[in-house]
């Protein structure tokens, strides 16, 4: 185990992803327990894949994966993100957690300017090559987006490859 005694507080899209992908233990593995409010877990509840849903239901009933009540916050950068994305950002400022896990472009920005450290799917696949889980992030994400229809714009994609030394 890495770290069993940060806050992390997640949104929706990235456990999706990473449930869709049978990736959810990393999360685990890295930091013991994950938070998400209500919203995000209504949003979870409904993405319309058994099979995730089976296995973030499973991570909640061992106790990591922990629903917490959501607020309902009102402040001028939350603007144009969705409820889930709001919920999650308002849960990590209460509990000033060490992270947040996002992808959404805008909710990453009003992140960051919150003062919030973040991480999404894809810091996720580099740190499980670091950690030796993949022995090729950029087959990790080839494959996230062929069964996720996750968006990564060549540049990051480049940057990664170039970061983890590995061929395009």
């Known amino acids: 185990m890495i770290s069993k005694q940060v806050c992390v507080v997640s949104d929706t899209s990235p ?28 949003e ?7 099979d995730a849903l089976a296995a973030l ?10 629903v917490r009540s959501g607020r309902t916050v009102s402040r001028a ?6 409820a889930g994305e709001v919920e999650a950002l308002a849960l990590a400022i209460a509990l000033r957690a060490a992270w947040v896990i996002v992808d959404d472009g805008d909710a990453r920005r009003v992140a960051l300017t919150l003062g919030l450290r973040i991480i999404g799917v894809l810091g996720m696949i580099v740190w499980a090559k670091q950690h ?16 996720t229809q996750f968006r990564i714009s060549d540049e990051v994609l ?11």
């Open 15 to 42: 456990l999706s992803a990473m449930a869709k992908m049978g990736w959810l233990p990393w999360l685990k593995e890295r930091w013991g327990k994950v938070l998400v409010p209500d919203e995000v877990w209504r």
């Open 132 to 147: 030796g889980k993949v022995a090729n992030a950029l087959d990790s994400i080839a494959e996230l987006r062929r069964i």
């Open 57 to 66: 239901s499973a991570a909640r009933s061992e106790g990591w994966l922990e």
């Open 158 to 168: 480049g940057k990664i490859a170039l970061d983890l030394e590995e061929t395009p």
């Open 44 to 50: 979870l509840s409904e993405m319309g894949d058994p």
């Open 77 to 82: 950068e939350f603007i144009g993100l969705h």
